[in-house]
């Protein structure tokens, strides 16, 4: 037996949310929301650890305080969502080496202009390789000692705002804010939520949204699609959207039939996948400096990337005693094959290197794998700078009935919470329009008949 109904909305994420939610304000009552994972919020997911709520996923509404306002910083406001400011910029002036020591400021930031400088450079190279109109023979060399090596990661993967501008932070303004709540991020979600769903006592009970529900199968044609589930139900509907990460479009957990066409896979192929992980380390007590300036503090290693980016939450949760480290991609995907055992001997490693052999062990550790959950496969997009107006254009384009959204399909604010958001009402707003153009259509022809 199947159910029919006029949307399905596959993932419950902040863009499967927000598109329901436009659908629903405009009439469209008619839809169920299949979600593969027990709960909704996605890739903005809390967790408690050490006594307090921490963020596993999204952690900072990025883009604050500019011309034009973030509307996530608004559901915040609106819900009361506790942040604190958060400032990356401190990252530099805190660079310890391998024996301890802190580079001094004045060193740190001098390496630090210099990367910024060779990192534009090598952004203009590769345009202009890809141009093909060179005028640099050259490439800028490559970083090599463990500061270099730092600074370009955190360069590359934390401040690219520096290096290139990026639409969250030229509209919606520089700033960035933690979120600290005990009730998480998510919070924003389920805020959304009740505001269409019907919710009793914290809960959501409407039985419109349908959790544990693995779409496998998607066929489509011009008079609809027909859904399975891996559980073996079916259901069938007018129109499909589709919010699932494009890691997830990458691998083959959903197959289409008929395929998707060519320049649909194509668009989804070029779109890079970073992989970000953040580990919660909990003390007894703490041995790092907590005064002003000192949130973040970077570890350099010959290594690239190597347990390089660290925070404490003491300005989030005064006496939490928890620091987190950040590792992304190829050092993702390591910790997240090992033990957590293993990784916790690693970070324990470093963290002496830099405040000497008689600090405590951690008590407790939390590695998230957003790389290995078949239902993310990794934790955000990211376009490559060959990317064109058309790329995003044909990774949003519905085909058929089928539509598409998720933060990789926001062309300016693609990687961020904002962007799930946005791209939700955007492609209920497209999805609106064909409705409304195919009751047209169809009144015509009964005029005609
Ligand atoms: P998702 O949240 O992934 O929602 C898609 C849903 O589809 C999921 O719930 C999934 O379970 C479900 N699904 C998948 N496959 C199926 C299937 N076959 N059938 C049914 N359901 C399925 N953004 C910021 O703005 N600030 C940050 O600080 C920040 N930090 C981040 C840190 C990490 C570690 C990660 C992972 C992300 C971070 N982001 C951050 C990005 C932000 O979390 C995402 O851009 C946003 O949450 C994506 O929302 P979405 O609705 O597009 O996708």
């Known amino acids: 037996s199947s159910t029919f109904c006029s949307v399905i909305v596959v993932g419950a994420g902040i863009s499967g949310i927000s598109a329901a939610k436009l659908l629903a304000e405009n009439g469209v009552d008619d839809f169920v929301i299949l979600e593969a994972s027990d709960r909704i919020g996605g890739r903005i997911r809390k967790e408690d650890f050490g006594g307090v709520s921490v963020e596993l996923g999204a952690g900072w509404i990025q883009g604050v305080g500019g011309k034009e306002s973030n509307p996530v910083w608004e559901l915040a406001q609106k819900s009361a969502l506790r942040t604190c400011f958060s400032d990356y910029s401190n990252a530099r002036y805190n660079i310890y080496d391998q024996s301890g020591k802190i580079f001094p400021s004045g060193l740190a930031a001098e390496s630090y202009d210099k990367a ?57 303004g520089e700033q960035e804010f933690l979120v600290a709540d005990e009730r998480g991020y998510e919070f924003l979600l389920y805020k959304m939520a009740e505001s269409f769903l019907f919710t009793s006592e914290g809960k959501i009970l409407d039985s419109r949204l349908k ?31 589709l919010s699932v990460s494009v890691g997830v479009l990458q691998s083959d957990l959903i197959s289409f039939r008929p395929p998707l066409p060519v320049w649909k896979k194509e668009a989804i192929e070029k779109c890079d996948v970073i992989v970000y992980t953040k580990i919660f380390l909990k003390f007894p007590y703490k041995f790092w400096p907590c005064g002003p300036g000192t949130e973040f503090f970077i570890y350099a290693h010959e290594r690239r990337g190597y347990f390089t980016f660290w925070q404490h939450m003491e300005n989030a949760y005064p006496g939490s005693n928890i620091l987190v480290v950040t590792l992304t991609n190829e050092e993702s995907k390591r910790v997240e094959a090992q033990t957590d055992e293993e990784t916790l001997k690693e970070a324990m490693g470093v963290l002496r290197d830099m405040f000497g052999s008689d600090i405590p062990d951690a008590s407790k550790i939390l590695v998230p794998r957003w790389w290995n959950n078949r239902f993310q496969r990794g934790s955000y997009s990211n376009y490559p700078i060959v990317s064109t107006h058309q790329d995003f254009a044909n990774i949003r384009a519905p085909v058929g009935p089928v539509f598409f959204t998720g933060e990789h399909t926001s062309e300016r604010f693609n990687g961020y919470v904002h962007g799930g958001y946005l791209s939700g009402i955007d492609t209920s707003k497209a999805l609106l329009e064909e409705m409304r153009k195919e009751k047209e259509r169809q009144m015509e022809s009964e005029l005609e008949s």
């Open 116 to 172: 910024v400088d060779s990192a534009i450079q090598k952004l203009r190279y590769q345009e202009e390789i890809l141009s093909g109109h060179s005028t640099m023979s050259e490439p800028p060399p490559a970083p090599k000692t463990p500061i270099d090596l730092a600074i370009d990661f955190i360069l590359h993967d934390f401040e690219m705002a520096e290096v290139e501008p990026i639409s969250t932070y030229t509209e919606f």
């Open 211 to 241: 959790l544990n529900k693995v779409v496998r199968e998607l066929q489509h044609s011009r008079n609809g699609v027909t859904v399975k589930t891996e559980d073996g139900c079916v259901y069938e509907a007018n129109y499909i959207i």
